[in-house]
DNA sequence: GTCTATAAGGGGATAGAC
DNA sequence: GTCTATCCCCTTATAGAC
């Protein structure tokens, strides 16, 4: 075990929410982790809202860099690239981490009241301009949905990152029109 | 209130699974639905798992004439166009379970046990052909990720069904690369 | 940092009356 | 079909010793 107390509870809530969902996570289970009792954790965590939130801070911590590397982008066309290129690092980044994140309605509540959400929409806009068509928000909302799936889904570990990364680039920019090389 | 006492259940359990998933609904939070006891819907239904299989059924029994009917076709672009058609029907008519059953860790456990897993694995062999190199199988499960999300978003309630299943096809048959008109 | 012990509440599920 | 009452288990969380 490397790591202080408080990282080893971390790592192992982020194992056992990707496995189990944060809501068939117990803290007893977080604590039979690490061969400690409950009170252990609680020590590090004064609930395990905070833990959740500790696990997914991280994550979404990637998202207003990516902001606002596209922001200071002049086109449209190359902010796109840039929103979609830091996206999908993250989610492969996090693979694991990504369907608990969406998903879990207890995640889902703590993602909805997070300051992040409004870097989320900044990214949003940044994909699909002002007062976009249903067709496009129905794209953006695929590609979305299609990144965080893809990123967990099982068929696909054997795909090493790198990998992983270069077709869903190329998957995402197809489905979003975008083209990948600039000019 | 329409229906039998199961039917009921039913109604108030799938409203219920779409909020708040099946691991956040618990028998009381139905029974308080339907302004009746929790032994009231145990006399109809054995256990919780039972309750859940009898939501899904349904979406999961859609997909088996999809199968067939794509199995008749003779070349493998209209297999796929019938393939890509009926799943986005499905996730269209189905729009609030669709989440739920792909994400809460115990649909999850039902699901890989039902035996509509075969059917689910035939149509993804009808969409990619046998033995698919990595990008195809990022690919589908882009799409599918994608059918499943976009259909559960919020952002998109205000689309009715039929302009929703109008994008979705388009978008789905842009990524997968597919064409929808014959010939 | 970790322990034992316990509180307080909610979960699924059952028994038996009406 | 629905009720009351209850069981047993697990949950989050706290108190206080070491």
């Known amino acids: 075990m490397i790591g202080s107390a408080r990282d080893r509870v971390l790592r192992a809530a982020l194992d056992l929410f990707g496995e189990h969902g944060v809501s068939g996570t117990s803290l007893q289970m977080i604590a039979d982790e690490l061969g400690v009792t409950k009170a252990a954790v609680y020590h590090q965590f004064p609930t395990k809202d905070e833990i959740v939130l500790a696990v997914i801070d991280p994550a979404l911590a990637r998202l207003e860099p990516i902001a606002e590397a596209a922001e200071r982008r002049r086109t449209p066309a190359a902010r796109r690239r840039v929103v979609l290129a830091g996206v999908v690092d993250m989610v492969v980044e996090y693979r694991r981490l990504s369907r608990v994140l969406s998903f879990d309605p207890v995640v889902s509540r703590l993602v909805r009241q997070h300051p992040a959400m409004t870097t989320v929409n900044r990214l949003v806009t940044l994909l699909t301009g002002t007062d976009p068509d249903g067709a496009t928000r129905v794209d953006v909302a695929m590609v979305a ?30 489905t979003l029109r975008v083209r990948l090389s600039d000019g």
Not at 146 to 166: K, S
């Open 145 to 174: 949905g299609g990144l965080v799936l893809a990123g967990t889904e099982n068929a696909l570990t054997d795909l090493d990152d790198e990998t992983l990364r270069r077709h869903l680039l190329t998957t995402a920019a197809r």
